[in-house]
């Protein structure tokens, strides 16, 4: 049970306290000589005990990334925290605190044991990040809600769990309760779950649970349906053309356009509308459609682009691989011949056959490079070239069928001018059959108010029109010109890698030799 | 001959007559001893063990022979320069026989002989071959096929007959062929001919695919090399090959001819007989001869065949009408071509035709003409010969004595039986380097039924390989090692089933100072193993049986990529350099990275006898990185590795010593096996399996002794009461009396007994149940729940076996008096006593 805080003075996790703790659980005898001369780097530590400390704090644990296992039982921890850098935690013992909330743990994906056994946690929370939990140990703690039970169902793999001492263990159906609903379980609280109990827990639960996988099922469904349409949509902003399949574009134009909602209702236009909205609709979808077909034009380019740059680099890295490795032979070959002979001459002659040798190699291998990088340089023009005429077919095509859109809207407007104008005379011939809507009536004044409202609506449109057209051009000129010049940023890097590799092997070779031989 | 050479003598008394009549006698005496070797081999014969149907000929079949003379006469009359017709041959008991007649269409139930191949071999194999005296001659008589089957001994002819039966049973479209061929041919001469186990077989090379050429592929370096110098050398290249082809074929040739066979007096005059199999059934594509002696199939434009006089089968006769100038080789085979080919019997034509069942309905009055036709021809009458049979015991000897013994062109092969030789061998094939067959260059051997999985042995250049099946302890394929020195450590290589090994070993090679083994697919990732040992030092140590092992120089292991690890931790090769106490380390390569790092220790001596207290020092390391800017390893992590790899030094050692053992092993048990050499049986064989055999010896027993004791069990009912009036031999009519009283009493007795004791027991159990019921009733209240249900279950059980004894006791009244009356009935009947009732 937790202790009182002023039994002993609470301390905190210090640099000193992290050494101690890593020199002591560290390697022993002559392997632990080797460390303390060298000292060990707090990221290579896999696993720490800090138990019996009195830590009322968890902190100045961020270097420890490789940590696996960590063991923090029996202290005075109040709050789970600090502890977002230990990716790979697998691990974690927690027990014997004074832990009231779990929290912060989102960042430890990775973990599969977790024991908070006594402490004084309510609720099961806020461990949804926790994919591979396998162990949970939560007993004499504080929980008392069965139905808390249910949020264990979300971790597949939890076979193990412990309860025992919560409050909840008193209620009569807490252990049939927790094996229905947890299926997957093999232990409860320390012990065999058999297959009695299991068969009593199911026909006992059996409709409930129904129940509740049926809209589990659901809820998976929907959000399976939601990623699909995500990524489709993903795929339809790279090729520029979403929602230009359905009737956004269209619906847009009239969303910021007050005017054209109010003409809208002038009788008689409603067929027109209709009529244009399809026609609309009908350019877009060409529109779409080519932009897919050009997308899918797009991407094998850049597939077939990308497999003959590996296999060029492959075949490369072939001839370098065996140039390498002939030198290698021979070097142990001579090796083994230096060792053996003690003449004078015949060593100076050797020493030199192979610093020979050695140049030889590097000519070889720079020359096999800088072949390499002539034929990337023009696959990759050829490239550039090709990819520059694909998207300019693109923006090309997109930008005719968006003037038919224009011509579209233009004679759309053309009409509604027309259709204006007549309803304008019935009204100031007071002729007018049908009673028009009050705001509607307002632009009905005379000709110069009603011809401007048609010409803003008119204006709106365009310009809605003018920013799609301008965001496919801008957006497929950016992507083309950062995609090239990535793929030449990725070659530079990859022949500097490649010269520095050379060259440094090389250094080792002639290194090699004068430490071995030389006196 | 002799006729008409005695009516000469008698109607020409003058001088001309005399000396025709003395040449004619020259003739006869150089005649006579061809002709006398045929007729005593029928004349002795014992025609009693032959059935009706050899010995005579039904009337249909006299008919039949008269329309064969008419046919032979017409044949003669028309062809004078023709040889005559194979026909009506003399049968075994000198009976003529129509050809067609002693085939006998025969499906026999063995898998093989479902096939052309397996009936062409086991004709070829199953009768011995005897050549035609003279060879320009026809036989003068052609035996049944049992007969012949039986004999194991025949002629072209009786070859070809039989065969052409099983052909026909199988469902081929098979005719005997009577001809000519060459000498090869018809005395069965293989010896220059390939063994068609060592033909070549055709592999279909596959062209390796060339990759498409891709629109990004890079171009390939500028050749810098002079165009018209690489032209002139492919040309100087290309004049040394045809030179060097037009020698070989120069010496091919050369050879050829010396190989040629000897040229033949009797070219073209030797008779033959095969059979030839037509496409269309069975799946056949298109026509070809089966030899019948060696079982080869032939396509008629085999310059083997010189011409056909005749075929049939057991439909029809038909004789060639082509010429055969040129061999069979533009021959056509459409026996309906009348301008081709003349048939015998009109009437069977109309069995090669199928006509639908339902145009013969549309056509009724067509259809009656066709019968009244049908009528009108002779129809070839039922087969006289026995049917055609073969034991499994006679199917499995296959050879006569299960051997045979064929040449071929410098090869010999062998056959036997299965289970005929103690070491199962059942084929052996001898390669010779020259046609006298004296050069002996390689010898395979195939086995069956080894015990120990053995299948081939393959003796070539001093090389001895043996195959294997899978099933053998260790899971051994093939084990290739020198004839001359077959004990450990010597040159070796063996395959292993790598799927069936714990280790994944596919592969162990070795010779004298070195080991190499190959894995596949193992957990650790390692693929080869080598070692490299050195040469045993001589001590002066007590004689062992086996001597030190031999010291471990080198141990080199490599591994594949495991891709869990990064490159750079992920080990590709390491060697253990044991004498000099050095350990090299190479990883795997990044993927972009054309170096790879490598890692050299040099170990302390004696290093893993101290275990973990190894001391460190900075110069036991010797490293290379490819990554010169990342950080270097830390001493701790490089001393635990070192710790780590003296470890994996050890077990590897271990590993190279076990394998080791295991060669020895394997070496003790193949010895053993070869001297044991066992043959399994398989449960199925039930004339070899003696375990099977006594098991079912056993059985038969049990059952025959179950028998006798139930002959026994029916016991007499009157013995006791005969036994109490002393076994007298004749009863008297009061004894009998008494004797009838007394059994029938008895039986009453008896039957009031068993009544009483199912009444007994009945009452027994009522009154328990009352008592419990009772007893019940009284604690009722203070009656725990399992108490209670034990007495709940105790009623039920009470009441059943209440209800069958009641069930019991009804049956029981109701058979009494039915026993009671018939034993009265038996007693009545019975011989003894019968006399007085």
Same mark, same amino acid.
């Given at each position: 049970?937790?202790r009182?805080y002023?039994t002993?003075e609470?301390?905190?996790?210090d640099?000193?306290m992290?050494r101690?703790?890593?020199?002591?659980?560290?390697?022993?005898?002559?392997?632990?000589?080797?460390?303390?001369?060298?000292g060990?780097?707090y990221?290579d530590?896999?696993?720490?005990?800090l138990?019996?400390r009195?830590?009322?704090?968890?902190?100045n644990?961020?270097?420890?990334?490789?940590?696996?296992?960590?063991?923090m039982?029996?202290?005075?921890?109040?709050?789970?925290?600090?502890m977002d850098?230990?990716?790979?935690?697998?691990?974690l013992?927690?027990s014997f605190?004074n832990?009231?909330?779990?929290?912060?743990?989102?960042?430890?994906?990775k973990?599969?044991?977790l024991t908070?056994?006594n402490n004084?946690i309510?609720?099961?929370?806020?461990?949804?990040?926790?994919?591979?939990l396998?162990v949970?140990?939560?007993?004499?703690?504080k929980?008392?809600?069965?139905?808390?039970?249910?949020?264990?169902r979300r971790?597949?793999?939890?076979r193990?769990?412990n309860?025992?001492?919560n409050p909840v263990?008193?209620d009569?159906g807490?252990?049939?309760?927790?094996?229905?609903?947890?299926?997957?379980?093999?232990?409860?609280d320390?012990r065999l779950?058999?297959?009695?109990?299991?068969?009593k +827990?199911?026909?006992?639960?059996?409709?409930?649970?129904?129940?509740?996988?049926?809209?589990?099922?659901? +809820?998976?469904v929907a959000?399976?349906a939601?990623?699909?349409?995500?990524?489709?949509?993903?795929?339809?902003?790279?090729a520029?053309?979403?929602?230009?399949?359905?009737s956004?574009?269209?619906?847009?134009?009239?969303?910021?356009?007050?005017?054209?909602?109010?003409?809208a209702?002038?009788p008689g236009?409603q067929?027109?509308?209709?009529?244009f909205?399809d026609?609309?609709?009908?350019?877009?979808?060409k529109i779409?459609?080519?932009?897919?077909k050009?997308?899918?034009?797009?991407?094998?380019?850049?597939?077939?682009?990308?497999t003959?740059?590996q296999?060029?680099?492959?075949?490369?890295?072939?001839q370098?691989?065996?140039?390498?490795? +002939?030198?290698?032979?021979?070097?142990k070959?001579?090796?083994?011949e230096?060792?053996?002979?003690?003449?004078?001459?015949?060593?100076?002659?050797?020493?030199?056959?192979y610093?020979e040798?050695?140049?030889e190699?590097?000519?070889?291998?720079m020359?096999l490079?800088?072949q390499?990088?002539?034929?990337?340089?023009?696959?990759?023009k050829d490239f550039e070239?090709n990819m520059?005429?694909?998207?300019?077919?693109?923006?090309?095509?997109?930008?005719?069928?968006?003037t038919?859109?224009?011509?579209l809207?233009?004679?759309?407007n053309?009409k509604l001018?027309e259709?204006?104008?007549?309803?304008?005379?019935?009204?100031?011939?007071?002729?007018?059959?049908e009673?028009?809507?009050?705001?509607?009536r307002m632009l009905?004044v005379d000709?110069?108010?009603i011809?401007n409202a048609i010409? +803003?609506?008119?204006?709106?449109?365009?310009?809605?029109i003018?920013?799609?057209?301008?965001e496919?051009?801008t957006?497929?000129?950016?992507?083309?010109?950062?995609?090239?010049?990535?793929?030449h940023?990725?070659?530079?890097?990859?022949?500097?890698?490649?010269?520095?590799?050379?060259?440094n092997?090389?250094?080792?070779l002639r290194?090699e030799?004068?430490?071995q031989f030389m006196p | 001959?002799?006729i008409?050479?005695?009516?000469?003598?008698?109607?020409?008394p003058?001088?001309?007559?005399?000396d025709?009549?003395?040449?004619?006698e020259?003739?006869?005496?150089t005649?006579?001893?061809?002709?006398?070797?045929?007729?005593?081999?029928?004349?002795?014969?014992?025609?009693?063990e032959?059935?009706?149907?050899?010995k005579d000929n039904t009337?249909?079949?006299?008919?039949?022979l008269?329309?064969?003379?008419?046919?032979?006469?017409?044949?003669v009359?028309?062809?004078?320069d023709?040889k005559?017709?194979?026909?009506n041959p003399?049968n075994?008991?000198?009976?003529?026989k129509?050809?067609?007649?002693?085939?006998?269409?025969?499906?026999?139930?063995y898998?093989?002989?479902y096939?052309?191949?397996?009936?062409a071999?086991?004709?070829?194999?199953?009768?011995?071959m005897?050549?035609?005296?003279?060879?320009?001659?026809?036989?003068?008589?052609?035996f049944?096929?049992?007969?012949?089957?039986k004999?194991?001994?025949?002629n072209c002819?009786?070859?070809?007959?039989?065969?052409?039966?099983?052909?026909?049973?199988a469902g081929?479209?098979?005719?005997?062929?009577?001809?000519?061929?060459?000498?090869?041919?018809?005395l069965?001469?293989?010896?220059?001919?390939?063994c068609?186990l060592?033909?070549p077989?055709?592999?279909?090379?596959k062209?390796a695919e060339?990759?498409?050429?891709?629109k990004?592929?890079v171009?390939?370096?500028?050749d810098?090399?002079?165009?018209?110098i690489?032209?002139?050398?492919?040309?100087?290249?290309?004049?040394a090959?045809?030179?060097?082809?037009?020698?070989?074929?120069?010496?091919e040739?050369?050879?050829?001819?010396l190989?040629?066979?000897p040229p033949?007096a009797?070219?073209g005059?030797r008779?033959?007989?095969?059979?030839l199999?037509?496409?269309?059934?069975?799946?056949v594509?298109?026509?070809f001869f089966i030899e019948?002696?060696?079982?080869?199939s032939?396509?008629?434009s085999s310059t083997?065949f010189?011409?056909?006089e005749?075929?049939?089968?057991?439909?029809n006769?038909?004789a060639n009408?082509q010429?055969c100038?040129s061999?069979?080789?533009?021959?056509?085979?459409?026996?309906m071509?009348?301008e081709?080919?003349?048939?015998?019997?009109?009437g069977?034509d109309?069995?090669?035709?199928?006509?639908p069942?339902?145009e013969e309905?549309?056509?009724?009055?067509?259809?009656d003409?066709?019968?009244n036709?049908?009528?009108?021809?002779?129809?070839?009458p039922?087969t006289?010969?026995l049917?055609?049979?073969?034991?499994?015991?006679?199917?499995?000897?296959?050879?006569?004595?299960g051997?045979?013994t064929?040449?071929?062109?410098k090869?010999?092969?062998?056959?036997?039986?299965?289970?005929?030789?103690?070491d199962?061998?059942?084929?052996r094939?001898s390669?010779?380097?020259?046609?006298e067959?004296?050069d002996l260059?390689?010898?395979?051997?195939?086995?069956?039924?080894?015990?120990d999985k053995?299948?081939t042995?393959?003796?070539q250049?001093?090389?001895i390989?043996?195959?294997?099946?899978?099933g053998?302890?260790?899971?051994?394929?093939?084990h290739?090692?020198?004839?001359?020195?077959?004990?450990?450590?010597?040159?070796?290589?063996?395959?292993?089933?790598?799927?069936?090994?714990?280790?994944?070993?596919c592969?162990?090679?070795?010779?004298?100072?070195?080991?190499?083994?190959?894995f596949?697919?193992?957990?650790?990732?390692?693929?080869?193993?080598?070692?490299?040992f050195g040469k045993?030092?001589k001590?002066?140590a007590p004689?062992?049986?086996?001597?030190?092992?031999?010291?471990i120089?080198?141990?080199?292991?490599?591994?594949?990529r495991?891709?869990?690890?990064p490159?750079?931790?992920?080990v590709?090769?390491?060697?253990?350099?044991?004498?000099?106490?050095k350990?090299?380390?190479?990883?795997?390569?990044?993927?972009?990275?054309?170096?790879a790092?490598?890692r050299d220790?040099?170990?302390?001596p004696?290093a893993?006898?101290?275990?973990?207290?190894?001391?460190?020092?900075?110069d036991?390391?010797?490293?290379?990185?490819?990554?010169?800017?990342?950080?270097?390893?830390?001493?701790?992590?490089?001393?635990?590795?070192?710790?780590?790899?003296?470890q994996t030094?050890q077990?590897?050692?271990?590993?190279?010593?076990s394998?080791?053992?295991?060669?020895?092993?394997?070496?003790?048990?193949?010895?053993?096996?070869?001297l044991?050499?066992?043959?399994?049986?398989s449960?199925?064989?039930t004339e070899r399996?003696?375990?099977?055999?006594?098991?079912?010896?056993?059985?038969?027993?049990l059952a025959?002794e179950?028998?006798?004791r139930?002959?026994?069990?029916?016991m007499?009912?009157l013995?006791?009461?005969l036994?109490q009036i002393g076994?007298?031999?004749?009863?008297?009519?009061?004894q009998a009396?008494?004797l009838?009283?007394d059994?029938?009493?008895d039986l009453?007795?008896?039957?009031i007994?068993?009544?009483?004791?199912?009444?007994?027991?009945?009452e027994k159990?009522t009154?328990e149940?009352?008592?419990?019921q009772?007893?019940?009733?009284?604690?009722?209240?203070?009656m725990?729940k399992e108490d209670?249900e034990?007495?709940?279950?105790y009623?039920?059980?009470?009441?059943?076996?209440?209800?069958?004894l009641?069930?019991?006791l009804n049956?029981?009244?109701?058979?009494a008096?039915?026993?009671?009356?018939?034993?009265?009935?038996?007693?009545?009947?019975?011989?003894r006593l019968?006399?007085y009732?």
């Amino acid at each position: 049970m937790s202790r009182l805080y002023d039994t002993v003075e609470p301390s905190v996790i210090d640099d000193e306290m992290l050494r101690k703790a890593v020199e002591e659980q560290g390697p022993k005898e002559e392997a632990g000589k080797i460390a303390k001369q060298e000292g060990v780097d707090y990221c290579d530590v896999l696993s720490l005990r800090l138990d019996f400390r009195n830590i009322l704090k968890v902190d100045n644990l961020w270097q420890f990334t490789k940590l696996t296992k960590l063991q923090m039982d029996n202290n005075i921890i109040e709050k789970i925290e600090g502890m977002d850098a230990l990716v790979n935690l697998r691990w974690l013992d927690m027990s014997f605190n004074n832990i009231e909330m779990i929290e912060g743990l989102d960042k430890l994906t990775k973990l599969e044991d977790l024991t908070l056994f006594n402490n004084r946690i309510t609720r099961l929370e806020n461990m949804d990040s926790l994919p591979n939990l396998h162990v949970l140990s939560v007993g004499n703690n504080k929980i008392d809600q069965l139905d808390n039970l249910i949020y264990l169902r979300r971790f597949p793999n939890l076979r193990t769990l412990n309860l025992t001492g919560n409050p909840v263990c008193d209620d009569q159906g807490y252990k049939l309760f927790a094996v229905a609903y947890l299926s997957h379980l093999v232990y409860l609280d320390f012990r065999l779950i058999d297959e009695d109990t299991r068969q009593k +827990a199911h026909s006992l639960y059996e409709n409930k649970l129904g129940e509740l996988m049926h809209n589990e099922k659901q +809820a998976e469904v929907a959000i399976e349906a939601e990623k699909k349409a995500a990524q489709e949509l993903l795929k339809h902003k790279d090729a520029y053309v979403e929602h230009l399949n359905s009737s956004v574009l269209f619906e847009s134009m009239y969303k910021e356009d007050p005017e054209g909602m109010k003409l809208a209702l002038l009788p008689g236009l409603q067929d027109m509308l209709k009529d244009f909205q399809d026609k609309f609709v009908e350019v877009c979808m060409k529109i779409f459609e080519f932009g897919m077909k050009e997308y899918e034009k797009r991407c094998k380019e850049m597939r077939e682009f990308n497999t003959c740059i590996q296999d060029a680099e492959a075949a490369n890295k072939k001839q370098a691989v065996t140039v390498i490795d +002939a030198f290698e032979e021979y070097k142990k070959k001579l090796f083994t011949e230096l060792l053996v002979t003690s003449d004078a001459e015949v060593q100076e002659r050797k020493m030199n056959e192979y610093h020979e040798g050695v140049n030889e190699t590097w000519d070889k291998l720079m020359g096999l490079e800088m072949q390499l990088v002539d034929q990337l340089e023009e696959t990759i023009k050829d490239f550039e070239r090709n990819m520059t005429d694909l998207m300019s077919q693109l923006v090309e095509y997109i930008q005719g069928l968006i003037t038919q859109v224009r011509d579209l809207e233009n004679s759309h407007n053309e009409k509604l001018l027309e259709m204006c104008m007549t309803v304008l005379e019935k009204v100031v011939k007071n002729e007018m059959d049908e009673e028009l809507p009050d705001d509607l009536r307002m632009l009905f004044v005379d000709k110069d108010t009603i011809v401007n409202a048609i010409g +803003a609506s008119h204006d709106v449109h365009l310009i809605k029109i003018d920013n799609r057209e301008d965001e496919i051009v801008t957006r497929s000129g950016a992507w083309l010109s950062g995609h090239m010049q990535k793929i030449h940023a990725d070659e530079c890097a990859r022949n500097r890698a490649r010269v520095v590799e050379i060259t440094n092997y090389i250094d080792h070779l002639r290194d090699e030799i004068d430490t071995q031989f030389m006196p | 001959m002799d006729i008409i050479i005695e009516d000469g003598q008698e109607e020409s008394p003058d001088a001309d007559v005399e000396d025709l009549k003395e040449e004619l006698e020259a003739i006869q005496i150089t005649a006579e001893p061809i002709i006398e070797p045929i007729i005593p081999t029928i004349t002795k014969e014992d025609f009693s063990e032959y059935p009706e149907s050899y010995k005579d000929n039904t009337n249909k079949e006299k008919l039949i022979l008269a329309y064969v003379e008419n046919y032979r006469r017409q044949y003669v009359h028309l062809f004078r320069d023709r040889k005559p017709l194979f026909l009506n041959p003399l049968n075994e008991c000198g009976i003529e026989k129509f050809v067609c007649t002693t085939l006998r269409p025969t499906l026999l139930s063995y898998k093989a002989l479902y096939h052309w191949q397996g009936c062409a071999e086991f004709v070829a194999d199953y009768l011995t071959m005897k050549q035609l005296e003279p060879p320009q001659e026809l036989p003068m008589c052609l035996f049944s096929p049992s007969t012949i089957l039986k004999r194991q001994l025949g002629n072209c002819f009786d070859f070809s007959n039989i065969l052409c039966s099983l052909l026909l049973g199988a469902g081929y479209d098979a005719y005997v062929v009577s001809g000519y061929a060459t000498k090869e041919i018809c005395l069965a001469d293989e010896s220059r001919q390939i063994c068609p186990l060592l033909q070549p077989k055709k592999e279909v090379v596959k062209e390796a695919e060339k990759p498409e050429p891709r629109k990004y592929t890079v171009k390939p370096p500028r050749d810098l090399r002079s165009k018209f110098i690489i032209k002139m050398e492919a040309r100087r290249k290309k004049e040394a090959e045809e030179e060097e082809k037009k020698k070989q074929q120069e010496d091919e040739e050369k050879i050829a001819e010396l190989e040629k066979p000897p040229p033949d007096a009797l070219y073209g005059l030797r008779i033959h007989a095969w059979v030839l199999v037509r496409g269309g059934k069975r799946e056949v594509p298109e026509d070809f001869f089966i030899e019948p002696f060696t079982g080869q199939s032939y396509p008629p434009s085999s310059t083997s065949f010189l011409g056909i006089e005749s075929v049939w089968n057991s439909i029809n006769y038909w004789a060639n009408m082509q010429n055969c100038a040129s061999g069979c080789k533009d021959m056509s085979f459409d026996l309906m071509d009348t301008e081709k080919w003349e048939y015998m019997l009109a009437g069977s034509d109309q069995s090669q035709i199928e006509i639908p069942d339902v145009e013969e309905e549309l056509y009724d009055l067509d259809d009656d003409e066709k019968e009244n036709d049908d009528e009108k021809h002779l129809d070839m009458p039922a087969t006289w010969v026995l049917p055609i049979c073969v034991t499994k015991n006679q199917y499995e000897m296959r050879c006569p004595q299960g051997k045979k013994t064929t040449l071929y062109k410098k090869a010999k092969l062998e056959k036997y039986a299965n289970y005929l030789l103690k070491d199962g061998l059942v084929t052996r094939l001898s390669v010779y380097d020259n046609n006298e067959l004296t050069d002996l260059k390689k010898v395979q051997e195939w086995f069956e039924n080894r015990e120990d999985k053995l299948t081939t042995r393959v003796h070539q250049d001093g090389l001895i390989t043996e195959d294997f099946v899978e099933g053998r302890p260790r899971s051994l394929q093939q084990h290739v090692y020198k004839a001359s020195n077959p004990g450990p450590e010597a040159e070796r290589t063996m395959t292993f089933f790598h799927k069936a090994r714990v280790n994944g070993l596919c592969k162990r090679e070795e010779t004298p100072t070195e080991m190499t083994e190959h894995f596949v697919n193992r957990d650790d990732f390692l693929y080869l193993r080598h070692v490299l040992f050195g040469k045993r030092q001589k001590k002066v140590a007590p004689a062992t049986a086996e001597g030190p092992p031999r010291p471990i120089l080198k141990i080199t292991e490599k591994f594949h990529r495991n891709d869990a690890l990064p490159a750079s931790k992920d080990v590709e090769e390491q060697i253990f350099i044991i004498h000099e106490d050095k350990i090299q380390i190479t990883y795997h390569r990044e993927d972009p990275n054309i170096t790879a790092s490598t890692r050299d220790f040099y170990k302390p001596p004696n290093a893993e006898e101290k275990g973990g207290s190894l001391q460190w020092s900075n110069d036991m390391t010797n490293t290379f990185q490819v990554n010169p800017h990342g950080s270097p390893a830390k001493n701790l992590a490089i001393y635990e590795n070192l710790l780590q790899l003296i470890q994996t030094e050890q077990k590897s050692i271990q590993a190279v010593r076990s394998s080791e053992e295991e060669v020895k092993d394997i070496l003790m048990d193949r010895q053993k096996e070869e001297l044991a050499s066992e043959l399994a049986i398989s449960v199925y064989d039930t004339e070899r399996n003696d375990k099977a055999k006594k098991h079912r010896k056993e059985l038969e027993r049990l059952a025959m002794e179950e028998k006798l004791r139930r002959q026994e069990m029916e016991m007499d009912y009157l013995a006791p009461f005969l036994a109490q009036i002393g076994n007298p031999d004749k009863i008297s009519k009061t004894q009998a009396f008494k004797l009838k009283e007394d059994c029938l009493a008895d039986l009453k007795q008896r039957l009031i007994d068993k009544a009483n004791l199912i009444q007994l027991r009945f009452e027994k159990e009522t009154s328990e149940l009352h008592k419990r019921q009772q007893d019940y009733q009284q604690k009722q209240v203070a009656m725990t729940k399992e108490d209670e249900e034990q007495y709940f279950n105790y009623c039920s059980e009470a009441m059943f076996r209440i209800h069958i004894l009641e069930l019991r006791l009804n049956r029981h009244k109701q058979m009494a008096p039915h026993k009671y009356m018939q034993l009265e009935q038996k007693l009545r009947q019975d011989p003894r006593l019968s006399v007085y009732f």
